[in-house]
């Protein structure tokens, strides 16, 4: 962790050099010893070390400087490090001046010059000050910071894109003081929001996906011409492929449109998975399978589109939404599902705004002590009302069924059964989403009495079911009616196979009707939609990939 700095402000050299001296000698172990003789050079400083994270434990400022008095660069130096303590270096003659700043800027010393020996007049001070000023001191976040509003869909974006990509970061909504401050430090206006301060100091605002994926390190370009298998997905069923991919000895490519780890990866708490005795989260089950497909070698491509796919001399071409042709031997088709839009009057007016499709994980601070809806029934949705009770004052499980016993897990349910702060209320749906700049209200009507209650509601989270994402793909990809991905011997009850199948044998178990071209995890038709399913499928991909190459 950096030092805390202390800052010298003196415009006459010699003062400047015998104090940078005197404090090296007592603090350096401890602190960072920033020192300049010009006021307006500080203030400069300040602004780029605020954006850093870095904190200042003190000021020890000159009184009588060319650019301004020290008591005015006090003034404004509190702007940016308001906690730091204020020290003014004056002579005797400027003692009333000191004495006037210690009710105008809250002065905490006054020192007059010379302070020979240190040991008596300059150490035991700036000891006090220091020990008082540790005694509430709370480093700053180190890492990437975004300024905001709570209710704003362009905020809620950019932190569920970090939040999906396992990158820390620090919320900071522009209500609270801290907002703000930073606001005012960085001239910011209301059109700016969101905008990110990175670790370096960099302002950025309203940066698009893009921008915020480069800047984090993430690899939007490909860098190899042809792919032994290219994966489209990097839910669990496409981190298995690249890792199996990969440790295998394939060229292999993982492509992600938003952030790994699909919707496992917004689960708070996986508890079934195979190993994990006592659970693990979405995300850590995440990191852990990216850590272990790039360690083999995964090229990851993050975040990018595929438009389409095109068969081309032999090869299978992917077309990205920027027009990037990626060729590949083989692709395994890994997209998964997305929830499904809640089509009722309002709730478009405030996605992102107190309504939220997933993404507990990611508003569930604010929350805390708040009323809390969820739609759906599923382990999705006991998993998110297990997590949010921690925070808000009641969470309540809207559902048209009468109970959850058929659509939830049985730990699940037996788990939201002793939470105190859960309700379920069955036989029920929301008809309508109220509010102004945000969700206020929503209505509830009883499915069999009729019965409609308005209630007072802080947010909503949505998990009703899943919708495959499979728009993308062309008409040589056979789907079922719902759009699931269609693999293997079922493909044989679709009029029209025999005209696009051209190899002599059948599909293998897991190959869609395009030879080369193979379909794992939630996205297919029959799926199990359990994470250890999708796993399993994902690394029997890999399996049927190698032999599929074995005849080309």
């Given amino acids: 962790m950096d030092q805390p700095i202390i800052f010298l402000i003196d415009d006459d050299p010699q003062v400047l050099r015998a104090i940078n001296r005197d404090l090296r000698s007592k603090y350096r172990q401890d602190y960072r010893i920033l020192s300049t003789s010009s006021a307006n ?68 010393y006054y020192l007059t010059k010379p302070w020979d020996p240190p040991e008596e007049k300059l150490y035991p001070i700036i000891d ?56 005012n430090v960085n001239n910011l206006q209301p059109k700016d929001f969101p905008v990110l301060i990175f670790e370096d100091g960099e302002v950025v605002k309203r940066p698009t996906i893009i921008d915020v994926a480069s800047k984090i390190g993430l690899n939007p370009r490909v860098s190899n011409n042809v792919y032994d298998v290219a994966i489209v997905g990097a ?40 190993g994990f005795p006592s659970g693990l989260s979405g995300s850590d089950l995440t990191r852990r399978a990216i850590t272990q497909a790039t360690r083999f070698g995964t090229e990851f491509l993050s975040p990018q589109m595929v438009k389409e796919i095109r068969i081309k001399d032999g090869y299978k071409a992917i077309v990205l939404n920027d027009e990037t042709e990626i060729n590949a031997k083989a692709i395994i088709i890994t997209t998964g599902v997305d929830y499904r839009k809640l089509e009722t009057k309002g709730v478009n007016n405030f996605t992102g705004a107190g309504i939220y499709y997933g993404a507990a994980n990611t508003e569930a601070l604010s929350c805390r002590d708040k009323q809390v809806y969820i739609v759906g029934g599923g382990n999705s949705a006991g998993q998110a009302a297990m997590y949010l009770s921690k925070f808000a004052k009641q969470v309540c ?16 349910i037996e788990q939201i059964n002793g939470v105190e702060n859960i309700c379920v209320k069955g036989c029920s749906e929301i008809t309508e989403a109220k509010g102004d700049d945000k969700l206020r209200e929503l209505t509830i009507t009883h499915l069999i009495s009729g ?10 989270y949505i998990f009703i079911g899943a919708k495959p994402y499979t728009e993308w ?14 693999t293997g011997r079922e493909l044989n009850r679709y009029d029209g196979f025999d005209k696009i199948w051209k190899m002599k044998r059948d599909p293998y178990l897991l190959e869609t009707s395009t030879p080369g071209i193979f ?7 029959g799926a199990m939609n359990r994470v250890a399913s999708a796993v399993g499928e994902g690394s029997m991909a890999i399996s049927f990939v190698h032999k599929y190459l074995a005849e080309v």
């Fill in 41 to 108: 050079e500080a203030l400069s400083s300040l602004r780029e070390l605020k954006n850093k994270g870095e904190v200042v434990a003190a000021f020890i400022s000159d009184q009588r400087m060319p650019e301004m008095q020290g008591v005015d660069f006090l003034t404004k130096a509190m702007v940016f490090f308001p906690d730091a303590k204020r020290v003014l270096l004056t002579a005797y003659s400027d003692t009333d001046a000191a004495i006037k700043a210690i009710n105008d800027v809250k002065l905490d």
């Fill in 128 to 183: 006090d000050l220091l020990d008082d000023w540790q005694g509430s001191y709370r480093p700053d976040f180190k890492g990437i910071k975004v300024l905001g509003y709570q209710f704003s869909p362009q905020s809620h974006e950019v932190k569920e894109f970090l939040a999906g990509n396992l990158v820390p970061y620090q919320w900071v909504d522009m209500a609270d003081e801290e907002g703000t401050r930073l606001c």
């Fill in 235 to 274: 839910g669990p069923a496409g981190l298995a492929a690249s890792v199996y991919g990969a440790s295998e000895g394939l060229r292999t490519l993982l492509i992600e449109r938003h952030a790994p780890g699909g919707q496992a990866g917004t689960s708070s708490r996986i508890e079934n998975y195979l």
């Fill in 397 to 412: 499980i809207i559902i048209r069924r009468e109970d959850l016993t058929s659509t939830m897990s049985a730990y699940l």
């Fill in 451 to 460: 019965d409609v209650e308005t209630v007072e509601a802080d947010a909503l």
């Fill in 473 to 486: 793909l062309g008409t040589n990809i056979i789907k079922d009616n719902k759009g699931f991905v269609e």
């Fill in 519 to 525: 379909a794992a995890g939630d996205v297919r038709a």
